[in-house]
C-alpha cells in the first residue's frame, strides 16, 4: 500500500519560512517524478515544484527565487523549502509522486498525499 505523508506546513508571518516533507512508503522500484502542489480556497490546484529523477526541476512563476525543491533517493522523500512567504502563497499543499513499482511497469502510477495547510498571516 502506497503512502505519501507530508509534513511542515503551519502558520508563518509574512516574509518568513517553512519547510515541507513528503516521505513515500510502499512498494517503489523508482520514483520518476516527485514535486508539490497547492490549492487555495476557491481556486484550482496548481504546480508549485516539481524535481523528475534526473534531478531536473520545474517552479511556477509566482515561487521562483523563494521557494526550493530537493529529494533525498534513498529516503524517498522529497522537501520544499519555502523562504520569503507571502499570504497569497495560503493553501493547502499537496505532495504528488508518479512511481512504477516494478521494473516491467513502464508506465509510473500517479499518488497523492494528504495535504498540509500552510498559512501566512501577520
Known amino acids: 500500500q502506497m503512502q505519501l505523508v507530508e509534513s511542515g506546513g503551519g502558520l508563518v508571518q509574512p516574509g518568513g519560512s517553512l519547510r515541507l516533507s513528503c516521505a513515500a512508503s510502499?512498494?517503489?522500484?523508482?520514483?520518476?517524478?516527485m514535486g508539490w502542489y497547492r490549492q487555495a480556497p476557491g481556486k484550482q490546484r496548481e504546480l508549485v515544484a516539481v524535481?523528475?529523477?534526473?534531478?531536473?526541476?520545474n517552479y511556477a512563476d509566482s515561487v521562483k527565487g523563494r521557494f526550493t525543491i530537493s529529494r533525498d533517493n534513498a529516503k524517498n522523500t522529497v522537501y520544499l523549502q519555502m523562504n520569503s512567504l507571502k499570504p497569497e502563497d495560503t493553501a493547502v499543499y499537496y505532495c504528488?509522486?508518479?512511481?512504477?513499482?516494478?521494473?516491467?511497469?513502464?508506465?509510473?502510477?500517479?499518488?497523492w498525499g494528504q495535504g498540509t495547510q500552510v498559512t501566512v498571516s501577520s
Open positions: 504528488n509522486a508518479a512511481i512504477r513499482h516494478s521494473p516491467l511497469l513502464l508506465t509510473p502510477r500517479d499518488y
Open positions: 510502499g512498494s517503489i522500484f523508482r520514483i520518476n517524478a
Open positions: 524535481m523528475i529523477s534526473g534531478g531536473s526541476t
